[in-house]
């Protein structure tokens, strides 16, 4: 098909601007936001909403800030005609919101427009005409003359329905369909002779100028060159907002967003998720909290995010990719082991990030904090096979509160690691614990502890004598222990009595879990052999003591399976 003297494609041509200013600038405020979830978004929809969900949907917009909102196409079908319809007869719209419905350029569908909208306190007609010869030529049959004399009419139109309803704040939208394909020039012309036939743009009361990139076919940098072009050139350029309205097509709509804010533009059409035709539009969840990352205030409230996502997912029957950008489950997780330990690292010095870095936040691997999006710190690192020591410690100090010495690290990850590699799959946290108990708090071997009665010498209360009941391969033995101290003392017992050597206990590490008389401790001693490698028992108990020699038992344990092995 087509032919076959010239390539298929083509780099598309950009214009000439060469004294262009935005690679120099940077966003330093939001812009106007217009959600087009129920328009754009829904028409997409292989299930369109139904009109409970709809209005569900509408007040979700409304309770994340949104105070433009695209609602329907009410002349296109009888349901748009009756949610706007009901919007304003059951009074759904708060007071700052503006309703904004569609319309092409057509006498009788700008009738049903107005029909729609009869006493809306606040809307925007949007009114469109396609301008590309693409479209003008191959669609409409038309060509510039009469494409810019149809806008002119349809505004006039407008205009005088508008002064016919001075109790209602009607605004206009108007947009050069494919704008990013269409002569420059021409986009110019007509949109001027817009804003002559609008008649009443105001600063306070501006005409929306909506330049979208309806299908993406250019690069962003060529996005932002057009509208800092057609900026500079539009004569009345402080009467009207330049809004932007770009699709995903070439997956480049929120980096085409972001350079056409810093080339001039005012305000942002898009949806959650990127929802609409083909590939969709921008994603207003991805652009506003890319720019919250950067500082700014964007008056949209994402901090219920997951609620949000789910909320979405339940209405519109299309699941979030797990990946996608802040919503998705795995954007805050890590499983590789580096990161693991770099996040768990950093999180544990963000309070000196203010003085180092000379902002609030600032962590390794996370360029926003979750905390603000509404997700929950102890799901940032899970376990695989991948996954490291740091990893492993961080998910047990989150979840349950224990805080390993750094030397035991690398031998919960082996072990994690190992039982991760015989599953073949992500483990839980419950799971990682499991681990750990097994391990190193109840490892199997030939000693049990069944118990231990410490008490000090009458004569001098530094030393101690205590008696031990053990079972060594289920036989029974009670043996004397003294020493200085409850632990040296049970270390002395076991040497003396059942020849135990080839270690040393140099030092321990103890916590308590909990508060008060629930409370429980942990200890965790390492057993240093006489080759020179470490070699961890955990104990816990509510007595300290009692914890601390669980876990000598538990390393002695330990030891013997290491000797076997």
Known sequence: MGNTNVPKYAYPAGIDLPERKWPSKIISRSPTWCSVDLRDGNQALPNPLSPEKKLEYFQLLCEIGFKEIEVAFPSASQDDFDFTRRLIEENHIPADVFIMGLVQCREQLIERTFEAFKGAPR??????????????????????????????????????????????????????????????????????????AWGKATAEKPLILNLPATVERRPPNQYADLIEWFCGKFTRRDKVLISLHSHNDQGMAVAATELSLLAGADRVEGTLFGHGERTGNVDLVTLANNLQSRGIDTGLDF?????????????????????????????????????????????????????????????????????????????????????????????????????????????????????????????TSAEVFAVFEKNFVNPQGSYKLISYWPRPDEDDPTFVHGEILLEVNGERKTIRANGNGPISAFVH?????????????????????????????????????????????????????????????????????????
């Open 123 to 196: 809307a925007i007609v949007h009114v469109y005409i396609a301008t590309s010869e693409l479209h003008m030529r191959q669609v409409f049959n038309l060509d510039r003359k009469k494409t810019l004399a149809a806008a002119v009419k349809s505004i006039k139109q407008v205009r005088a329905l508008a002064d016919s309803m001075p109790d209602n704040d009607i605004r206009l939208q108007f947009s050069p369909e494919e704008f990013t394909d269409t002569d420059p020039g021409f986009s110019l012309e007509i949109c001027e002779a817009v804003f002559d």
């Open 303 to 427: 901090s219920i995010l997951e609620r949000i996502s789910e909320t979405v997912q339940r209405l519109t029957g299309m699941p979030i990719y797990y990946r996608q950008p802040y919503a998705g489950e795995y954007v805050f997780t890590a499983f590789s082991g580096s990161h693991q330990d770099a996040i768990r690292k950093g999180l544990k010095q963000l309070d000196s990030a203010a003085n180092t870095f000379g902002m609030g936040w600032k962590v390794p691997y996370l360029h926003i904090d979750p905390s603000d999006l509404g997700r929950e710190f102890e799901r940032l690192i899970r376990i695989n096979s991948q996954s490291g020591k740091g990893g492993v410690a961080w998910v047990l100090e989150q979840e349950y509160g224990l805080e390993l010495p750094k030397a035991m690290h690398p031998e919960l990850g082996r072990a994690v690691q190992a039982y991760s590699d015989s599953v073949g799959r992500e483990i």
């Open 493 to 565: 017992g076991l040497r003396e009595s059942l020849g135990l050597t080839g270690f040393a206990i140099d030092d321990y590490d103890e916590q308590a879990v909990g508060k008060g008389a629930d409370a429980t401790a942990y200890c965790y001693v390492p057993l240093r052999l006489d080759d020179g490698r470490i070699i961890f028992g955990a104990g816990t108990d509510t007595n300290i003591d009692q914890a601390a020699v669980k876990a000598i038992i538990s390393g002695i344990n330990r030891m013997e399976s290491l000797a076997k092995n």
